[in-house]
């Protein structure tokens, strides 16, 4: 691969990100508020292909004349120039760039032909519910107005698990996320949550119990109002506490354009 070569890739690369950060393609990969930062690399990366390629088409400048005004002097040319090694460019042994280079075309074509999907039910049953009993509990400010008030995934398990229900008490909540197998087989509630991006993704689980959602497909987002329930069950993948939801009611609601907490 050489220098041209390279800048091609750096451009398209750098343009993939760019269309990925100005449309909602860039919240299956990173959280909302690395957007900024994301325009900003793909724009650097943009800035430094179109200058390599100018470096590299730019016409050649003329050999400078010796100060006497004469060109080089006949019989030193060839093989009779000073410093001359034997080992030209001509002599059947280029030199090429690593051709590894041209896996930087991967991620291209990942992001503007098959764009991967955000991290679902298959995640979450690999990997262990992110939340432990373990930790230190903390104080939780009391629910926001209003019934059902809507919470997210993480909030209430959090509640659940550190404060036992304290700050949740009798209210009536409204959660939104993903159906996902739990580890008795039944369906459970989950959410996906980034610290950075989705390769440090950790699902956050709820047990069903009560009115719970049947005959959906992983992957199905539903929303649903409950109370709280002081039920917990260990997640067979990290042997964590996963909190119950007792589901007084549900829906099946359209994929979010945020599907990350």
């Known amino acids: 691969m050489n220098r041209q070569a390279q800048a091609v890739v750096l451009l398209l690369l750098g343009g993939a990100v760019i269309r990925a950060s100005l449309t909602d393609l860039y919240l299956n990969y990173v959280k909302e508020g690395l957007r900024p930062f994301l325009v900003a690399a793909g724009i650097l990366l943009v800035v430094a292909a179109i200058m390599t390629l100018w ?65 679902g039910s298959y995640a979450a049953g690999q990997a262990g519910t992110a939340l432990s009993s373990q930790q230190q509990p903390s104080d939780y400010p009391p629910l926001p107005e209003g019934d059902p008030v809507r919470v997210g995934v993480l909030d209430y398990a959090s509640r659940a698990l550190f404060d036992k229900g304290t700050s949740i008490g009798d209210r009536r909540v409204l959660i939104t996320g993903f159906v996902a197998k739990g580890p008795d087989g039944q369906p459970i509630l989950a959410r996906i949550v980034l610290s950075c991006c989705a390769a440090d993704g950790r699902p956050v689980k709820l047990g069903l119990t009560g009115n719970v959602p049947a005959g959906l497909a992983d992957d199905t987002w539903v929303e649903v109002t409950g109370r709280y329930s002081d039920r917990v069950a260990p997640d067979p993948v990290n042997d964590a506490e996963i909190p119950y939801l007792d589901v007084e009611s549900w829906k099946q609601v359209p994929t979010p354009k945020r599907q990350y907490e």
Do not use: F, N, T
């Not at 050649?60 to 004349?65: D, E, F, G, K, W």
């Not at 080992?87 to 280079?101: A, I, K, S, T």
């Open 55 to 119: 470096y590299e088409l730019r016409p050649a400048r003329p050999a400078p004349v010796p100060a006497g005004g004469a060109p080089d002097s006949p019989g030193l040319e060839g093989h009779d120039a000073p410093g001359y090694d034997g080992h030209g460019d001509d002599d059947g042994h280029g030199h090429h760039e690593p051709r590894v280079g041209w896996l930087l075309i991967l991620p291209v074509l990942g992001l503007l032909l098959v764009a991967p999907p955000a991290l």
